[in-house]
């Protein structure tokens, strides 16, 4: 009798892995989460996710599925409103002091920009 190996987890995303998906779903933003009567059916959705599932996959440190890709996105979305969440310490809108832990320098607005 053959013993099974134990199932190995895939290798965490990498940063360039990371800024594909980003970018390839705010793209496509519109058509994969828009809500009502113009919403994209599931299989154009579906075809979507495949688009951004071959961008992904050039710089991926190990082949990635459409599965991965949601959930990737999903936990993304979720640490960031998390992270929003504690910084304002009411979950109401971010303040500059929150802002400047979540942007670089560059990307804050002038009057948000800390001194120096």
């Known amino acids: 009798m053959a013993e099974e190996s134990p199932k190995r987890r895939k290798a965490n995303f990498n940063e360039a892995e990371t800024e594909v998906l ?10 994969l989460f828009a809500a ?20 992904v996959n050039p710089v991926a440190a190990c082949p990635r599925d459409v599965e991965d890709l949601k ?29 400047g832990l979540l942007l670089a320098p560059e990307e804050m607005p002038p009057a948000a920009a800390p001194p120096g």
Do not use: N, Y
């Open 22 to 31: 980003i970018e390839q779903v705010l793209k496509h933003e519109q058509l």
């Open 36 to 55: 009502g009567p113009g919403r994209a059916s599931p299989g154009q959705k579906r075809k979507v996710w495949e688009l951004i599932r071959h961008k």
């Open 71 to 99: 959930k990737r996105w999903r936990d993304l979305k979720r640490r960031d409103r998390s992270k929003l969440c504690r910084l304002s310490q009411g979950c109401g809108p971010p303040g500059p002091a929150a802002l």
